[in-house]
């Protein structure tokens, strides 16, 4: 198990071994010290600690959400709350109707027919390095993100897991964990309508209210987690929507401190 330590914290070491010192560490009166706060990493020789705030570093495989902020040659580029802005290559998005072919010149002028700046999408990282981020949505599941409620957390918040895309039936609510701190919240019943009715007018329909109130409260118990620094998860988010619920609490009464007080003394009970 990775070790948590804060500034100034003694990291043990058998120096014997000929240890590397990495990055968030420096020796002090012989002994290896931790100059921020985080969890201590080791690679073969290597030692050093991954700070617990910091911006997203992308990793190949992770499912995450962005914002796209500018139009290229033959590719957007997408705020992924990272160092850098992701590339999403017009190679690596689904066409209209999903054909598989090449692109053409006319593609490259149609660019803005699939995404525009300012739209949010969901997709998955493709290739990562210390140079550049690009990402794909080959897949019908990622794409243009709408009518719902973005929360931003701490990435490190957000728990690695097979299956990031989730579906809370018993509140008619989906929600996907970005990886890079990213949560979107939707509503399952009206997704498809949404986009069918999009496609024909460009007109949304409105979202009942009691739907609405539903995704609030599942994005206001993501940020009371993030608030207390507890791991955003669908099981940790599913366990504060219901204590929300049992301890007869709006979903506007969720972001005050008391409620997320409440969550961390539940949690220390179990």
């Known amino acids: 198990m990775r070790a948590l330590v804060a500034i100034g914290?003694?990291?043990?070491?058998?120096?014997?071994?000929?240890?590397?010192?990495?990055?968030?560490?420096?020796?002090?009166?012989?002994?290896?010290?931790?100059?921020?706060?985080?969890?201590?990493?080791?690679?073969?020789?290597?030692?050093?600690?991954?700070?617990?705030?910091?911006?997203?570093?992308?990793?190949?495989?992770?499912?995450?959400?962005?914002?796209?902020?500018?139009?290229?040659?033959?590719?957007?580029?997408?705020?992924?709350?990272?160092?850098?802005?992701?590339?999403?290559?017009?190679?690596?998005?689904?066409?209209?109707?999903?054909?598989?072919?090449?692109?053409?010149?006319?593609?490259?002028?149609?660019m803005r027919s699939v995404f525009v700046e300012g739209d949010l999408i969901s997709a998955e990282v493709q290739s990562a390095s210390q140079d550049s981020i690009h990402l794909h949505t080959r897949s019908l599941k990622y794409g243009k993100l709408q009518m719902g409620q973005l929360v931003k957390v701490e990435p490190y918040l957000i728990k690695r897991l097979s299956q990031h895309f989730h579906s809370f039936g018993q509140y008619q609510v989906e929600v996907i964990f970005g990886c890079n701190g990213y949560v979107w919240i939707s509503s399952v019943a009206q997704r498809e309508q949404q986009q069918q009715q999009l496609e024909e007018d460009g007109a949304a329909i409105p979202i009942p209210l009691a739907t609405r109130e539903r995704i609030c409260r599942v994005g206001n118990a993501v940020r009371a987690l993030a608030s207390q620094g507890l791991v955003v998860s669908p099981d940790s988010v599913v366990a504060a929507y219901e204590a929300s619920v049992g301890w007869g609490i709006e979903p506007k009464d969720m972001l005050a401190r008391a409620f997320g007080e409440r969550l961390v003394a539940r949690e220390n009970h179990k």
């Open 9 to 110: 914290d003694v990291i043990q070491v058998d120096h014997q071994d000929g240890i590397l010192r990495g990055h968030g560490t420096q020796l002090v009166d012989g002994e290896l010290v931790a100059t921020v706060c985080g969890t201590v990493e080791r690679v073969n020789k290597l030692v050093f600690v991954k700070p617990l705030r910091s911006r997203y570093e992308a990793r190949v495989g992770d499912v995450v959400i962005g914002r796209v902020t500018e139009l290229a040659q033959k590719r957007w580029k997408v705020d992924v709350n990272s160092k850098q802005d992701a590339h999403l290559m017009l190679s690596a998005v689904n066409l209209p109707g999903g054909i598989q072919r090449r692109r053409t010149a006319t593609d490259e002028l149609n």
